[in-house]
């Protein structure tokens, strides 16, 4: 296959001139596709794929990726990990209007008949260290000694679509870059043959709230950070196999030509985005192997696929989470998976049971599969939602709520088998040892070897980060 230069490039471009100029380039690239990264870096080298802004880190590293599990539509705290027993003696009676006067409450807002609603299902103890768990898992528990469960959390966020934003990009403004971007682009990547950061969704349990793709955005830093949604079923990526007809030599060439002729055009106009696209065409070209082979499940055993309880390729929460930790084995940097379920308005007493069964068996087995590869201790996992919900009843559901909620983080070097912060009596807000998202997200920098105030991108004559201008490393938690 020939690849034609345009026009336009006839104009600006004398054949002798093109081949000369590229043709160091066309050989090195192709050089470069073919002979083992390894090589490339020196032999032994632990040079990642792409190297990041940070150079050297700031802290020694106690994590080297992310993976964040991502409840869209706001999980109940009340009754995931914060047991109320004064909420459930109170229930049916009226919410004391010393919690609710002057604040916000989503569509309960002027209702002056709130009632308590108690916890909807039993918690128990769980493990050596005694987590307390809502009943609603039936997995989870076996795992509570590897459970940092963080009950004072707050955001700035009371509707889904803003919450989520605030809670990918530290600020409830779209467009600023996502905290996966942040990462890509201040640490690089340890894998050379796919995306950095990696987006995955399933449903089911209730209303799917919807999930823009400008979650996973890169904003201002330059396009080669932004996150890429892998598809659940089927090829996890449109395209990715050649049409019939194209062999792996013509996609080659074809990819060598752009690659030239995009140097040639940055080297006139000095566009960062273009340098963007000539490493997003490669990546692509290296993907059309990578991907067939992340998702050819056959080297896993038996046992693999009954501890996830699935076997892969169905769409489901546990096949993400099982390609999750495929992705941390070849270095993905950050992974993300949304489960969308847990808006629960109405029904939530059988509602977040249902949900609850379809992210319970694969959260579980994710967390027991890293520490059983030695990848735990390397990988920080983080589990919750965008907000929480009232302890008021809506009818027989729950509201938004952004004054308190739960979250749990395991595994790079965070503290397992503890309990952090803690809300109010009645689980209306988070009084003791609060945690911002901004303390979040600074907390998981840190864990990366990143001080999140020196994390910077200057953009419209401002530096911006990830925390904006707050948050704290909550060091109470980790080890």
């Known amino acids: 296959m020939s690849f034609p230069l345009s026009a336009i490039a006839r104009q600006s471009t004398s054949r002798r001139t093109f081949l000369t100029g590229s043709a160091g ?3 090195g690239a192709a050089l470069s596709s073919l002979l083992p990264h390894a090589l490339l870096a020196g032999e032994g080298s632990a040079t990642p794929a792409s190297s990041g802004v940070l150079q050297p880190l700031h802290f020694a590293p106690r994590a080297k990726r992310v ?17 109320k027993p004064e909420l459930a003696r109170l229930d049916g009676e009226p919410m004391p209007e010393s919690y609710t006067q002057g604040k916000p409450i989503a569509q309960l807002q002027g209702n002056r008949a709130l009632k308590c609603m108690g916890p909807q299902h039993p918690f128990g103890r769980h493990g050596e260290s005694g987590q307390e768990i809502g009943s609603i898992f039936q997995h989870l528990p076996e795992v509570a000694d590897e459970l940092c469960i963080v009950r004072s959390l707050k955001t700035e966020a009371i509707n889904h679509d803003p919450a989520h934003t605030f809670m990918n990009t530290g600020s409830t403004i779209s467009g600023r870059p996502a905290m996966g971007s942040w990462l890509s682009y201040g640490l690089g990547s340890e894998c050379q043959d796919l995306p950095g950061f990696i987006v995955m969704t399933s449903t089911g349990g209730g209303q799917n709230q919807p999930i823009a793709s400008r979650q996973w955005h890169s904003g201002f830093l330059p396009g080669e950070h932004q996150g890429v949604h892998f598809h659940s079923t089927g090829d996890p990526v449109l395209y990715v196999r050649n049409p019939p007809g194209v062999s792996t030599a013509d996609q080659r060439a074809t990819i060598d030509a752009l690659s030239a002729l995009n140097q040639q ?8 985005e273009i340098q963007a696209r000539i490493s997003q065409y490669e990546l692509a070209f290296k993907m059309q192997m990578s991907v067939p082979a992340l998702t050819d499940l056959s080297d896993e055993t038996a046992e693999t696929f009954a501890m996830y309880g699935t076997q892969g390729g169905d769409g489901s929460f546990a096949s993400n989470c099982l390609l999750a930790r495929r992705l941390a084995e070849r270095g993905v940097r950050f992974i993300q998976l949304y489960h969308r379920g847990w808006d629960h308005h109405g029904g939530i007493k059988d509602g977040i049971l249902k949900t609850a069964g379809y992210v319970d068996q694969g959260t579980t087995a994710l967390i027991k599969d890293l520490k059983q590869r030695g990848l735990l201790d390397d990988t920080l996992v983080i589990w919750g939602g965008e907000f929480g919900r009232t302890p008021m009843a809506q009818g027989n559901g729950r509201d938004h709520h952004m004054q308190g909620f739960s979250m749990f983080l395991a595994g790079g070097g965070v503290k397992g088998g503890m309990t952090y912060g803690a809300t109010d009596d009645l689980g209306y807000a988070a ?25 910077t991108y200057q953009y419209r004559g401002r530096d911006f980060r990830l925390t904006d201008v707050a948050g704290r490393v909550v060091s109470e938690i980790l080890s």
């Not at 009084?431 to 994390?455: F, I, P, S």
Request: charged residues 20%; glycine residues 8%; hydrophobic residues 40%.
């Open 25 to 27: 380039l066309l050989g």
């Open 431 to 455: 009084v003791e040892n609060v945690v911002h998202v901004h303390d979040l997200h600074a907390t998981m920098l840190r864990q990366l070897g990143v001080d999140h105030t020196k994390l």
């Open 265 to 272: 055009r940055s080297q006139t106009v000095d566009d960062p």
């Open 67 to 83: 993976i964040f599990l991502c409840m869209a539509g706001g999980p109940s705290h009340l009754e995931t990990f914060d047991y």
